[in-house]
């Protein structure tokens, strides 16, 4: 079975603190991705990757950066925490950008910023 | 710009009972449709998927249909069950997907 593993279930922050939240695949899939997820605006994706050391913005990057040094890690960073940046974060993989794949989900970071 | 949308952000049934609940997407060049489920809790999970080349797809217990004319698809769930409770997002394309907002579907028992 595909697994992907986040780091933390719930996190919380201060505003202005750096946060890392990191996500593991373990089976070697190529495409990665991180998105927030929130009541009534659904799921929204923050960057993904489809390689390593590749990173692509997707809808909402602003405020968020990533890094993927391993194809099987890709980390979310937020340089400076807000309030707004409350969400649910999910990490998602999947085998290819070529060909037709749905996406393997972790359990998500429900991370809080006060 | 793409979107996807479901037609009711609610849906409640009686266990037992058929439920329907329905996309529209807006970008006709999508060629690859997945429903996830979306339990308390716990990050989406795959259900069902069609390519546009097809119009209707089975599972168990699960049917998509896909109308391209006018960009439409829908998930058909058989004789629902309380453990069927959950958020259902539908999501377009395979690579970078388009997600719809999702609809909480309640069971009662």
């Known amino acids: 079975d595909v697994k992907v593993t986040q780091s933390s279930r719930y996190l919380v922050k201060r505003t202005g603190e750096k946060v890392f939240l990191e996500c593991v695949q373990d089976m070697d899939h190529e495409n990665m991705f991180w998105y927030r997820q929130d009541p009534g605006l659904g799921l929204r994706l923050i960057y993904f990757?489809?390689?390593?050391?590749?990173?692509e913005k997707g809808d909402i990057p602003e405020g968020y950066s990533v890094s993927r040094e391993k194809k099987e890690r890709f980390s979310l960073i937020l340089e400076s925490a807000s309030t707004n940046q409350t969400s649910m974060y999910l990490c998602?993989?999947?085998?290819?950008?070529?060909?037709?794949?749905?996406?393997?989900f972790g359990p998500g970071t429900r991370l809080t910023v006060l | 710009g793409e979107s996807v949308g479901l037609h009711l952000p609610t849906l409640s049934v009686q266990e037992g009972d058929n439920s329907i609940i329905n996309c529209a997407y807006s970008n006709s060049a999508s060629d690859y449709f997945i429903w996830y489920k979306q339990e308390s809790g716990k990050g989406p999970q795959f259900i069902i998927d069609i390519r546009s080349n097809m119009d209707k797809r089975q599972g168990q217990r699960v049917t998509v249909l896909l109308n391209k004319t006018v960009k439409h698809l829908s998930l058909q769930i058989a004789a629902t069950q309380p453990g069927d409770s959950a958020v259902y997002f539908c999501?377009?394309?395979?690579?970078?997907?388009?997600f719809g907002d999702g609809t909480t579907l309640t069971v009662k028992p």
């Open positions: 998602a993989s999947s085998p290819s950008q070529v060909s037709y794949n749905e996406q393997f």
């Open positions: 990757s489809y390689d390593v050391k590749m990173k």
């Open positions: 999501a377009e394309n395979a690579g970078k997907s388009t």
